[in-house]
C-alpha cells in the first residue's frame, strides 16, 4: 500500500488541504442535505452508445442506488481494499460504482471503453483485481467477449445491461442489501487516507502506469477546478470527459461533491448533442477540448444555433490554448476560457480569470504560484510546489525564458506508481518532488509559467531546441487548419527538422506556403516554421484526446519511404 508519511498527513491536514471525510461521506453529507436535487443526469443519447434509458436521479435517488451497489459487492466477496477495475461509458452506473465502491473501502481502477485484451492483460497482471465491470452492450465493442480473454482464475465477472451472463453477477438487477451493508461498516475502519482509485498514465508506449490517489489526493486537489471556474451551490455541471482520469474526475466530480450539483453526463464526443446539452440542462461550467473549441469559433452556421448563456466559465486543457480562441470566446460571448493543466499524477497548474484577466495571457500562462482555500480550510494557501530543473540535471534554473522540467510537490500529488518501485524511483527526486517530463519556462520576471514541450518531444534543429506545442499553439487559430500537429524529422545535415500533420477544415485547402505565411504573421521565428507538410484527414489520438504526436510522426516518415 501507497500512502503519505505521517509528518505530511499531519501537515496537509493542519493546512486543509486534507481531512478525515471519505469521498462516501462527503457524498453522504450531500445526499442527506439535499435528498430532493437533481444529482445525475444521463445523456440523451445512451441507449445509442450503450444500453437503457437516459436517467435522471435525486440524490436521494442516488444514495439508495450506491447503497444497493455496495450491497451487491460485498454479497460478491469484494471487501476492504480489494481491487475492482470497471470499464465502462460515461453512464449514471459508473458513478454510482465509483461512490458503492467508496462506502465499502475497496479500489476502483477505471479503464477506457477504447483498451482491449493487450491494454487489459497488462493491467490485470499489474493489478491482479478481484473483479472486472463492464456493460452488457457498448457500439463497437464487445467487452464481455474481449474480457473473457484475458480474465484470471478468481476474477469475478460483474456487468451492468440487460442480458447478463450467467456466470456473471448482474449488479442492474442486484437487490438491496442493508444489512449486510451495516455489519461491514461497523466492523470495517475506511479512511481518508486509503487508496481509492488507481488510473492510468496516458503513455503511448510502454508498460502502463498505475497510479493511486487517496480520497485525500482528490480532495487536495479539487479547489483548483472549483475555485478558479466559480462554480455555486447547486450548479449544474456538463462532464464530457470519460470517468477515468484527472479531468473527469478531479475537476468535474469533486467539484460537484464540493458544491452539491448536477452532473450531466455526456459520451462519446458528439459537438451536436454536446451543444444541445448546454442549450437544455443550462450548465454553468463545462471542459471541453481545445480543438473543439477552435472549430467551434471557426463555425458561424453552428454558432449561430448555440445558446452558452448559462455559462459563466468553460474549461480547456491537454494541450495549449490558442491564445484566438481564448480571446475570441470572451470578446464574443463575455466568457472566460480556464485553462487547465493537470495530470493523474497531481499537476495542478490552472489560470482562470480571476487571476489572469486577459485571455492572451490566459491562453499561454500559469501563475507561479496559485493560491486556493484548501477544502477544508479557511484562507488561501499554495496548492503546489514548482521548480524547474534542467533536463540534464542541475541545480533549480532562477532566470525567465530558459526551459526547464517541471518539479513538483505538495496535497495533490500522488506518492508513486502502483507495485513499481523503480518507476517511483525514477519519476522522483531523492528530495522528494515528482518529476513531470514537462518543460516550462517562467515569464514575466518570474510571475508565469509557461509550458514549452515534453521533454521527449523537444525538437533539436541544428543544435537549437524548438517546442512543437509552441507551434501548434499558433496553429490552434489558423482559419483552415481544423487540427495541426507538429513533430520532428529525421535529418542527415541539422540532425532534426519540423514537420506538420495537419488536417483542413472541409472544402479548404492547405499549403506549406500558407502556412507559414501565417505562422510569419504571428512573427514566429523563422528557425522555427515547418519544412514539410502531411495532409491526415484525421490525427490519431489518444484515450484523453491529445495527439500521439509519435504516431503522427511514424505516420509522416511512412508517407515519405512511399514516396522514395
Not at 482491449?116 to 478481484?130: D, N, Q, V, Y
Not at 515547418?530 to 505516420?555: A, C, D, Y
Request: proline fraction near 8%.
Amino acid at each position: 500500500m501507497i500512502v503519505a508519511g505521517e509528518d505530511k498527513r499531519r501537515l496537509y491536514r493542519e493546512q486543509g488541504w486534507w481531512g478525515d471525510k471519505t469521498l462516501a461521506d462527503l457524498f453522504l453529507d450531500n445526499a442527506q442535505a439535499f435528498p430532493d436535487r437533481l444529482a445525475l443526469v444521463d445523456a440523451p443519447n445512451r441507449g445509442e452508445f450503450a444500453f437503457g434509458e437516459p436517467r435522471r436521479l435525486s440524490y436521494a435517488e442516488l444514495r439508495a442506488e450506491v447503497e444497493r451497489l455496495a450491497g451487491a459487492l460485498l454479497d460478491a466477496g469484494i471487501g476492504k481494499d480489494d481491487i475492482v477495475i470497471a470499464q465502462l461509458p460515461n453512464i449514471s452506473e459508473f458513478v454510482s460504482l465509483y461512490f458503492a465502491v467508496a462506502t465499502i473501502g475497496a479500489i476502483i481502477s477505471p479503464v477506457a471503453v477504447q483498451y482491449r485484451s493487450h491494454e487489459l492483460a497488462t493491467m490485470f497482471g499489474i493489478l491482479e483485481p478481484k473483479a472486472f465491470v463492464c456493460g452488457t452492450r457498448m457500439h463497437h465493442a464487445d467487452h464481455l467477449r474481449v474480457a473473457r480473454s484475458v480474465m484470471r482464475d478468481g476474477m469475478t465477472l460483474m456487468t451492468f445491461g440487460p442480458d447478463a451472463p450467467v456466470d456473471a453477477v448482474d449488479l442492474s438487477a442486484a437487490p438491496p442489501n442493508p444489512e449486510l451493508l451495516a455489519e461491514h461498516l461497523r466492523r470495517t475502519d475506511v479512511g481518508a487516507d486509503d487508496v481509492f482509485t488507481i488510473c492510468w498514465t496516458s503513455g503511448t508506449t510502454g508498460v502502463p502506469k498505475g497510479v493511486p490517489r487517496t480520497h485525500n489526493h482528490w480532495v487536495g486537489i479539487a479547489p483548483g477546478t472549483y475555485t478558479t471556474s466559480r462554480l455555486q451551490d447547486g450548479d449544474v455541471m456538463l462532464n464530457p470527459f470519460p470517468l477515468i482520469n484527472m479531468a473527469s474526475i478531479g475537476g468535474i466530480t469533486m467539484s460537484w461533491l464540493r458544491i452539491a450539483g448536477t452532473m450531466v453526463l455526456h459520451h462519446p464526443f458528439d459537438p451536436q448533442i454536446y451543444l444541445a446539452q448546454i442549450a437544455t440542462e443550462r450548465p454553468g461550467f463545462t471542459i471541453a477540448p481545445p480543438a473543439v473549441l477552435n472549430m467551434l469559433l471557426q463555425n458561424e452556421a453552428l454558432l449561430a444555433q448555440v445558446d452558452l448563456s448559462s455559462l459563466r466559465t468553460l474549461g480547456s486543457g491537454s494541450a495549449p490554448l490558442a491564445p484566438a480562441m481564448v480571446g475570441g470566446f470572451q470578446e464574443r460571448f463575455d466568457l472566460p476560457v480556464i485553462n487547465i493543466f493537470g495530470s493523474n499524477e497531481g499537476m495542478t497548474l490552472i489560470t482562470g480569470p480571476d487571476d489572469v484577466p486577459d485571455p492572451v495571457e490566459r491562453a499561454s500562462y500559469f501563475p507561479h504560484s496559485l493560491e486556493l482555500i484548501p477544502f477544508f480550510g479557511d484562507r488561501p494557501r499554495r496548492i503546489m510546489e514548482v521548480r524547474l530543473v534542467p533536463p540534464e540535471g542541475g541545480d533549480p534554473i532562477k532566470q525567465d525564458g530558459v526551459p526547464g522540467e517541471l518539479h513538483i510537490r505538495g496535497p495533490a500529488v500522488f506518492e508513486g506508481y502502483w507495485k513499481s518501485p523503480e518507476q517511483t524511483q525514477r519519476a522522483f527526486t531523492d528530495d522528494g518532488w515528482f518529476k513531470t517530463g514537462d518543460l516550462f519556462q517562467t515569464e514575466q520576471s518570474g510571475r508565469f509559467l509557461r509550458f514549452v514541450g515534453r521533454c521527449k518531444d523537444l525538437i533539436i534543429r541544428g543544435g537549437v531546441n524548438i517546442s512543437p506545442e509552441e507551434i501548434d499553439q499558433l496553429l490552434g487559430g489558423h482559419p483552415d487548419l481544423a487540427e495541426a500537429c507538429v513533430f520532428a524529422l529525421p535529418d542527415p545535415v541539422m540532425g532534426e527538422r519540423i514537420g506538420l500533420g495537419a488536417v483542413p477544415h472541409p472544402g479548404r485547402e492547405v499549403s506549406l506556403e500558407c502556412v507559414t505565411d501565417y505562422l510569419l504573421g504571428q512573427d514566429l521565428a523563422k528557425f522555427k516554421l515547418p519544412e514539410r507538410l502531411f495532409l491526415f484527414s484525421e490525427l490519431p489520438r489518444n484515450v484523453t484526446h491529445k495527439f500521439m504526436r509519435s504516431e503522427v510522426r511514424e505516420q509522416a516518415i511512412a508517407m515519405l519511404e512511399r514516396e522514395e
